[in-house]
């Protein structure tokens, strides 16, 4: 198995191979953006139990329909987390790299859950009850009292470690850090991805989507869990090959992009 920096370097090397290669037109951007979008939406709720397909959420994200008209609660869902996708994806594209805060997840969380959450106003606020992980209810995760200060903690680790660590391994130790408190009643999981990619996209890498097929689920999950447990690797370097993945295709297509307008001319 590859050394994790020299993957890192690897990821790296085609960031910069894309960046040199002939931009795609404004209309080819906007179509790939919003392709990126829908795939978020529905991999990330699909990975919670949605029972929506790719072409089901693509439909009613371009249908206009709002969750106050929505009939049923996988409509809502997707509805809720492609605002807060949008909202990630503006804060995403600063200037400057984004800091994490309290306010920040709690928005996110709101933003995605505020349809859905029982009761709405539980949206956005930390939890007062236990939790744990299916059929683990010997292993909560964070008593409701201590929340705050791990979240304290966490956001104090964040400052450091943006500064110092590859925004890759940053942003999967942020995801995985952040669900092993679980600060909320629910949508944890999605928050968690969406502060995986506003650092990602920050730093100039591209929104990667966890894929929901039962192999591939249950590879995140395990990974999740064997970070819980102390060790981060297995899914530092899951995130690291979903980014290598992404990467690898946007070359590729760039580079059929321009064979295609050469041979056009």
């Not at 909202?87 to 805060?101: E, F, H, K, N, W």
């Not at 944890?188 to 890498?205: D, F, I, K």
């Not at 981060?232 to 580079?255: D, G, S």
């Amino acid at each position: 198995m590859p050394n994790l920096d020299t993957e890192l370097n690897q990821i790296k090397e085609l960031r910069n191979k894309l960046s040199k290669h002939q931009p795609l037109s404004p209309d080819q951007r906007q179509r790939l953006a919003q392709n990126v979008r829908i795939d978020h939406v529905w991999s990330s709720n699909a990975i919670e139990g949605s029972p929506l397909s790719r072409a089901e959420t693509a439909t009613i994200l371009n249908s206009g329909i709002t969750a106050a008209d929505a009939a049923n609660t996988a409509t809502v869902e997707a509805i809720d987390l492609n605002e807060a996708y949008v909202y990630m994806m503006a804060l995403a594209q600063g200037d400057r790299p984004v800091v994490i805060t309290h306010a920040l997840m709690r928005d996110l969380n709101r933003l995605l859950t505020r349809h859905t959450t029982i009761p709405q106003s539980a949206a956005g606020v930390y939890r007062s009850i236990d939790v744990w992980p299916n059929g683990s209810e010997d292993r909560p995760y964070t008593a409701p009292f201590e929340i705050r200060p791990q979240l304290d903690a966490l956001l104090q680790w964040a400052d450091s470690a943006q500064q110092t660590a590859s925004p890759i391994i940053f942003a999967a130790d942020l995801h995985q850090r952040f669900v092993a408190i679980h600060p909320f009643i629910d949508g944890n999981g999605r928050t968690s991805r969406l502060l995986m990619n506003l650092v990602l996209v920050n730093a100039g890498y591209p929104v990667i989507n966890i894929l929901p097929d039962t192999a591939n689920r249950n590879a995140y999950i395990a990974a999740l869990e064997t970070a819980r447990g102390g060790d981060p690797e297995p899914f530092e370097r899951l995130i690291a090959a979903y980014v290598k993945r992404v990467l690898v295709y946007a070359n590729n297509a760039v580079v059929a992009n321009g064979n295609n307008k050469s041979a056009d001319q």
